[in-house]
């Protein structure tokens, strides 16, 4: 199997793709990464690409800043947690992710940012995408004066289930 190609190689021009993960998978070129970045409106820093590269080079996923920093630890990219959180901000407000609040400790970011739902793992604190099935949400209220609504998000949360017999204590 092939191994991703080191980060900083990448970055220094010394490879002109992305490479391929352990996987298999293939990485976004380094080009289609800063020109998708100007698209968006945002320079394409050292820091941005770093952080995209590792963001949107293993397909849509989720995940939240704490996450994307131990990532990039592990490819040696020399960015702050703060740097982090502010790349995610910048790249939300940008269209290029999609912030999600699933509960009142973390936010995660979804690589994906068109518009469709999520399956909440609360015991593994872990986000997948729910299968297009055709949701439909009727009887939204009225939005305030002066606002419009700009999206709904259906969120299910799940967890196993409890063997037969067994009640929770609470």
Known sequence: MSEMVPLQAVLNGRVPTLGVDATGRRG?????????????????????????????????RHLTAEMLYDEAMRAKVPVSLATVYNTLHQFTEAGLL???????SKAYFD????????????????????PDCGITVDS??????????AGVEVIVRLRRRRPAGRRSQG
Not at 111 to 130: G, K, R
Not at 140 to 149: F, K, R
Request: proline share 7%.
């Open 98 to 104: 999609r912030q999600l609040a699933l509960d009142g």
């Open 140 to 149: 939204l209220p009225e939005a305030p004066e002066g606002m419009e609504i």
């Open 28 to 60: 976004c070129p380094l080009s289609d990464l800063r020109e998708r970045l100007r698209r968006a409106g945002l320079r394409p820093t050292r820091q941005r690409l770093s952080l995209g590269w590792l963001l949107f080079g293993r397909g849509d």
């Open 111 to 130: 690589t994906n940012p068109t518009e469709h739902h999520h399956f909440y793992l609360e015991e593994e604190a872990a986000v997948i995408d729910m």
